[in-house]
Each structure stands twice: as C-alpha cells, then as structure tokens.
C-alpha cells in the first residue's frame, strides 16, 4: 500500500506528501504494542509489523490473512472482515483459533479490525490488529480446568463416579484424553499401600475419557478391545507410569518415534499410536505417603505439548481427586464393612417350615439395616418378619442385629404379634436413650434412630395368618386364583418414635397356597408399585425364588441402589398322615390312656423304642399336670415333622413353672423330667386356655408313611 494511501490523522486533511501522515504510519508499525496487519480489499497481506511472531512479512504478501495465520475457521473470519470493509462497523476483539508455521502448536489470536478509508472511492483495505494470546488462554483453560475439577471431584462416595467426574473435567479443555488407574485392592476396600508401588502391582482403569477427535481416531482399534473401562494391568516396569508410582513425582514425558519405553508397555505404545498422542503427563494420585493409582494425561494430532505450568496444574487436579477417591473409598470400605455384617446377621440358609415354603430376596445397597427373618414356632407355626433401620453404614447394621435377636428371643416365648412388637419397642427405646447418653463429642450421638418391623404368625391348622406392624408396609396377599385379597391392619408406632400408642393386629383366614410378601418401604415407592408386586404375585407356574426375581426385575433403579428386603412365604397345611389328636376325659386314668395311644401312633410312624419310650413319659407327665391342674377340654396333639412335637392343651390359664424337687419331695419332678427328655418345650395362650408343648429332635427320620 502506497503512502499516499495511509488514513489522515484527527482533524487534518490528508495531501500528497504530507510529513505527518508518513511519521504516523511509520510510528505505528515501529512502535504499536500489538502486531498490525493491513490488507487489501480481497484480504491478503500488504504489510505487517515486526510484533506479529512468525510472520514473514515479504514471504507472505500477497497470501490471504486466513491463510498466513492458518484459522481453524477461516470462512467465519472473512466472514467478519467483508462486514468491516461492508462498513457494518470495527470488530473488537475477536478469538480466533490458527496456527504459524515458525511456531509449533495451536495458537489463540485476539483480532480487532478496522476499515481504511481514503479521500474518495471504496474503501482500499483493512487494518487488523493482531495479539498472541495463546498463554494467557491456557492460563485461563488451566484454572478452567482446575475449577472443574473442584466442581466436579467429591460430589460422590462411589469410587468409579468420582474417576469418571475427574477425567470428564480434564477432557476436553485440558486434555485430549485422559486415564485414571486406581490399585485394584483400593478398589476392593483395601487400604491404600503406601509408595513406591512396585512393578506389577494390579492397575484398574476405574474411567478414561476422550474428546471427539481421539475419539474418532481410536474407533475400532485394539486399544478400545484391550482397555476398555474396568481392565486390569499390572504396572508395566521402566515406564513413566513405574517411575511415577516409585518416587511418587509427576512425569512430563514427550512421545515419538524415539522414544524408549514403549517396548516393555505395548499395550501402552499401541494406544499412543492409534490416538496420535505425543505428549504426556503421568501423575502419581497420592495422599499422605499412600498411593490410590495413577492418572494419564495425553494430548494428541495438533494439540499443543504439555509443559511445566501444566504439569503443575495437574499435581494440583490429581490431589483433589486422591482426596475424593479416598473419601469414596473410605465410605466403600464402611458399606462393604456394614454389609458383610449385615449378611452374616441375617439367616445364612432357606430354614424348612412345617407347613409354609419361603423365599428371600436381599438387595444390596446404601440401606445396610433391612433384615428379614423365618421363625419356626411351636404347632407348626411360622412367625414372618421384615423390618428396617434407616440410615446406611456399620451403625445400621448394627442396630439391625440387636433388633433381630430380640424378635427371635421374643418370639420364642409364643407371645402374640401386636406383644412381640410391644416388647420390641421397649428394647428400642432402650437402644435411642443408650445413644442419646453417648459423650458429645461421639458422631452417633446427634444421628437418632428410626426403624420399622412388620410381625406375623401363620397357623396352618387354622390357615390363618395373624400380623402386626410398626411403622412398616403390611403385608401383600395373593390367593392361590390370583386375586388380592384385602389385610387392613392398623399402623402402629415406629420402634424409635416417642409415640406410645398401641399396636393392634388383623387376622386374615387363608386358602392353601396363598402368597405373602413382606418387604421394605422401598419396595413400595413409587406409582402403582403394590399393584405391579400382586400382578407379579399371580403368575401361574412360577416358584417362590422367580417370582422374587420378578419383582426385582421391575423395580426402579432407584430401589435398587438404596437396597432392600423381600420375604415371599406360599401357605399351606399339615398333612392328615403327619398328626394324631386325640381328646382325652378329665379322669386320673388319662394318663394311662394317652401312653396307650401315643406308643401306637409312634409305632406306626415308625420310630425307634427309645423315642417312644421317651415320648410316653413326656405325654404322661403333661397329661398329669393337665389333669391335676388344669380344666376341661383336654387334648392331646401329636406333630411329626423335622422334629416330634408333643402338645397338650387344657383349658386353664395358669402356666407350670420348671422346678428342681428336694430329696424328701413326693412331688415336683414332672416339668424336670420333661426338660431332660425334650429338646425344647414351652407354654402359650390363646383365648382357650393354655397349650403345653415339647418338641424333641429326630436325627433319623424315616420317610412319611403312605396313606
């Protein structure tokens, strides 16, 4: 561009040869701050100053400005420029992404351009203002990235959720891709080993993340094949990753052709060669001395290399994430804590009923205080129990197992389900004021409790089913047709609250091979979800464990995660060939007449001599003490099942007290004799009277005698 062409100054007309347009323009491009660029009206370069690096102003005249400082979007910036020279107005400070050929790696230009108007005519060109602004961007890309990292990293307690929040905040703005490899045993709860890892050491890529370019790149190589999420290596020796992990410092390592270290890593070196990664940053994630894994930056194609300033940043990003990883670790290792106690207090095994068959199902998750348990009561009773103490952790589980020692101690003493659940509330209340008396300073003093049970008996003699429940969800019932059926039972307290209103229980009378399920309020959330279990309930065919599985199958993802209990029970009876009664008269010779009947009844159940000898003197001495006793009727009940079970029902309420008789006593000695021979013997009341019950273990039981 001629002289005679350069822009007037403020307030003076321009004229050929005039000195101080001339000082002017020189004045600019000896001594601007920034790089200054004019144009043409077809935008190519007719000069430039010598603050524009990289830019050689006699090779490039004549070279479009696109085209000299190579834009990534070069239509969008003349784009701008044909608007300026248009006269739409300057255009002040612009990003424009490029690169220069004397300078490596992608550069960040801030342009600002400004049409040149002469004294008449159109518009002879442009004058662009160029500015090199590629480090103070990666400054702000850095503290971009390091405040998502913040953001992001410790949002969560699971381990694989905070890997992935950390490599999604590096990637893209700082990386082109990223790999975090936690040791496979912080992985499983074990405690972080403290550095220098050794070589081999098992690696789990807990998450990685790409941008679209690396992406599209790695599409359908091997290393997608053999490093996906959830792989493991062991730590490859003389690598940066084995160098990182012994001296526990982070490693700027630039890739090539050259470099040495990929054949003893090529699994490592194929992953480099199928994204066209070239430059890397190892960083050791560790916390106090310990080492949780380490994390891979790579960037790739033309991505400017990694330098000192970024490694930096990344020490900065790998140390918040360690911190979150362990703080999710920590919670893991206490969650799988509180489950293994949580399933070791639970029954281990299917426990076989008299006259119902049972099915759990336990789902894992934060819940760690749902139980749920079967207890074989006397008279081929079942008592079915679910209950649940909120919150999460080995505290919860821990209260679940005081709770469900209770119940079954509770339920051993025959007591009804609305008494049972009276008596548990007590030990509850005793349970929160123990809390309550914990120093101060102990966390578990301001957590307070809360817990649920629901509570029921079924009676296969009467095919009824008894129930009561504390704060918790009543059971589901299915006929065997597949109808619901209705059980309005009252809602009493929950075992931890102030409430002290009574619990009142319902009865429901069943048909043979009726369904039960009592699960956890979880199970139950959510829009028609007790109508999506019954539906579930009466699908014909299906046993008790599928169903289970059914149910599970449609459940939210929700429900899933917090975790929950589901107890299915199919009712039935006792067969006819499996129980003798007998009512028996008010009479001294009773006892007698029971000991005639009862050895015939064992002989044809095929038991040994000793058994029946045993059990004549257990029946004579009930019979005894409900004749001397007790009042009419009297009745006599034999029971086989696992065991032989003895009952004797008469119809006073008074109960018989064990007692060790003196030497010169005539009397006394029946209940202890009883104790000796049975394995387990008892008393409950009913509206009736009372029922005195033995039952004695039978190792050697022969198969049930035919019809």
């Known amino acids: 561009m001629s002289d005679s062409g350069t822009p007037a100054g403020p307030g003076r007309a321009a004229g050929p040869g005039d000195g101080l347009d001339e000082a002017l323009l020189a004045a600019l491009f000896t001594q601007s701050a920034v790089g200054l660029v004019v144009l043409d009206p077809q935008l190519r370069l007719v000069r430039a100053n010598s603050l524009v690096e990289g830019v050689e102003t006699g090779q490039y005249i004549g070279i479009r400005f696109t085209e000299v400082f190579r834009l990534d979007d070069p239509d969008g910036a003349e784009q701008l420029m044909k608007q300026v020279l248009a006269g739409e107005g300057p255009v002040r400070d612009h990003l424009v992404r490029g690169r220069l050929r004397r300078i490596p790696g992608d550069r960040v230009f801030l342009v600002s351009s400004y049409r040149l108007d002469g004294p008449e005519g159109p518009a002879p060109g442009l004058l662009v203002a160029v500015v090199d602004v590629t480090e103070r961007e990666r400054a702000r890309a850095r503290e971009a990235a390091l405040a998502a990292v913040r953001d992001a990293v410790g949002g969560s307690l699971d381990v694989a959720t905070t890997c992935r929040a950390f490599a999604d905040a590096m990637v893209p703005g700082f990386?082109?891709?990223?790999?975090?490899?936690?040791?496979?045993?912080?992985?499983?709860?074990?405690?972080?080993?403290?550095?220098?890892?050794?070589?081999g050491t098992p690696l789990r890529r807990a998450a990685s993340g790409r941008c679209d370019a690396v992406r599209n790149t790695a599409e359908g190589g091997s290393r997608a094949r053999g490093r996906s999420a959830g792989a493991t290596r062991p730590l490859p020796v003389r690598t940066p990753h084995a160098l990182a992990a012994a001296d526990l410092r982070a490693r700027l390592v630039p890739l090539g052709p050259d470099t040495p270290w990929p054949a003893t890593d090529p699994g490592g070196a194929r992953a480099v060669a199928e994204t066209g990664a070239h430059s890397l940053i190892v960083v050791p994630l560790t916390l106090r001395g310990a080492v949780l894994g380490l994390v891979s930056l790579y960037r790739c194609g033309a991505a400017e290399p990694f330098d000192e300033d970024d490694v930096s940043l990344a020490v900065s990003a790998a140390t918040r994430a360690a911190l979150g990883i362990d703080n999710a670790r920590r919670y893991e290792r206490e969650h799988v804590i509180a489950s293994t106690v949580q399933r070791r207090l639970l029954p281990q095994a299917e426990r076989r009923q008299a006259a119902v068959d049972t099915a759990h199902v336990l789902l894992p998750g934060r819940d760690s205080g749902c139980w749920f348990d079967t207890i074989a009561l006397s008279g081929a009773r079942t008592a079915l129990v679910v209950g649940g103490v909120a919150g999460e952790g080995l505290q919860s589980a821990i209260a679940m197992g005081q709770l469900r020692t209770v119940i079954q101690a509770l339920a051993g003493l025959d007591l009804e389900p609305e008494e049972v659940l009276a008596r548990l509330k007590d030990t509850a209340?005793?349970?929160?004021?123990?809390r309550a008396a914990l120093p101060p300073a102990d966390s578990l003093q301001g957590e307070p409790l809360s817990a649920s049970c629901v509570y029921g008996v079924y009676d296969p003699f009467t095919r009824t089913c008894t129930v009561a429940r504390a704060g918790h969800p009543a059971p589901l019932i299915v006929g065997p047709d597949g109808r619901a059926l209705a059980l309005d039972v009252p809602e009493g307290p929950g075992l931890f609250s102030a409430d002290s209103a009574l619990f009142a229980p319902a009865t429901v009378t069943l048909e043979e091979g009726?369904?039960?399920?009592?699960?956890?309020a979880d199970l139950l959330s959510g829009d028609r979800a007790a109508e999506r279990i019954t539906q579930t309930l009466a699908r014909p065919g299906r046993s008790l464990q599928q169903l289970g599985d059914d149910i599970v199958y449609a459940l939210p993802d929700d429900t899933r995660a917090a975790g929950a209990a589901l107890l299915l029970a199919r009712t039935g009876t006792v067969s006819?060939?499996?129980v003798a009664t007998w009512d028996l008269a008010q009479d001294p010779t009773t006892p007698a007449t029971a000991r005639v009947l009862v050895r015939d009844r064992l002989q044809g159940w095929g038991l040994d001599e000793d058994t029946v000898e045993a059990t004549e003197l257990i029946v004579s001495e009930l019979v005894t003490n409900a004749v001397r006793y007790g009042t009419p009727p009297l009745r006599l009940r034999l029971l086989l099942d696992s065991t032989l079970t003895c009952e004797v029902h008469d119809g006073s309420t008074a109960s018989p007290h064990l007692r060790h008789a003196r030497t010169v006593d005539?009397?006394?000695r029946g209940l202890f004799i009883v104790s000796r021979l049975a394995s387990h013997w008892g008393a409950r009341h009913g509206p009736d009277g009372k029922v005195l019950w033995t039952e004695q273990d039978l190792p050697d039981l022969p198969a049930a005698p035919a019809g």
């Open 175 to 199: 990386a082109d891709l990223a790999v975090v490899e936690v040791v496979d045993d912080v992985l499983r709860g074990a405690e972080p080993p403290v550095g220098p890892l050794p070589p």
């Open 429 to 434: 209340d005793r349970l929160a004021h123990e």
């Open 514 to 520: 009726s369904l039960l399920a009592f699960c956890t």
């Open 576 to 578: 006819d060939h499996l």
């Open 666 to 668: 005539e009397g006394g």
